[in-house]
């Protein structure tokens, strides 16, 4: 599996492509699926270009991905869009639409009970577990692991001569992570080398415009479908090589 991250928390100063509205998201959806992507990460934004939790503005994105594409979408629960915890479990608490899925990182304070809330809501979990914190820890304690659709592998690694090692450190860490299945993914310059790896381990990985605004020789992504389709190449060679 290739999902396609369309935006993070990138703005207009990275770049026209990163796509922010519910429109623009839904065409950089609709064009990543056709280059091959098979699900979906967002992050919904309000007007202003902030990240938010709110219906209002996770609704609109979704039913717009929607009504472009059949994959599975995703949000963030990122606390950066709702710092407070119980504030954070009472916006997905309030949401109208539901995503297919949504990445809760599991080093962050309320982790635990904003995956409740999910799970009680019949949405899946990503459990995002960062390199470089004690989320893989939390993770392997927490009596709400064995129910996540899958765990986020997240690499924070930004050096391309680093980032492979780091990524197999983390991997270490997880261990069998309660059997679910693996999304092994990089960021900026770790991005193309921990793909690569994910393609010979035979993992599940992730690449777009949250993850890097690069090709893998340097040259600036015009799109999010320009770099799933490049990921599908880099994917399958890594794995023909292992």
Known sequence: MVQVCLNGTRGAADGAAVPRTPRE????????VAAGATDIHVHPRTPCGHDSLSPRVVGPALEAIRARVSVPVGVT?????????????????SWTVLPDHASVNWH?????EVAAALLDLGVGIE???????????????????PKVLRVLAEVMEPDRGTAEDTARALLAELGPAHGRPVLLHGEDGGAWPVLRLAGRLGL????????????PDG???????????EALVQYGCAQRSS
């Open 25 to 32: 998201l839904a065409e950089a959806a609709a064009r990543a």
């Open 77 to 93: 629960t990122g606390a950066w869009a709702e710092p407070e915890p119980a504030a954070r479990v009472a916006r997905i608490r």
């Open 108 to 112: 962050e304070p309320g982790a635990e």
């Open 127 to 145: 459990a995002g577990v960062w390199s470089g914190t004690e989320g893989a820890a939390r993770f392997l304690r927490s009596p709400l692991a």
């Open 204 to 215: 599940a990985t992730r690449i777009g415009l949250e993850d890097t605004l690069l090709l």
């Open 219 to 229: 040259r600036p992504a015009l799109s999010n479908a320009q770099l799933v389709a």
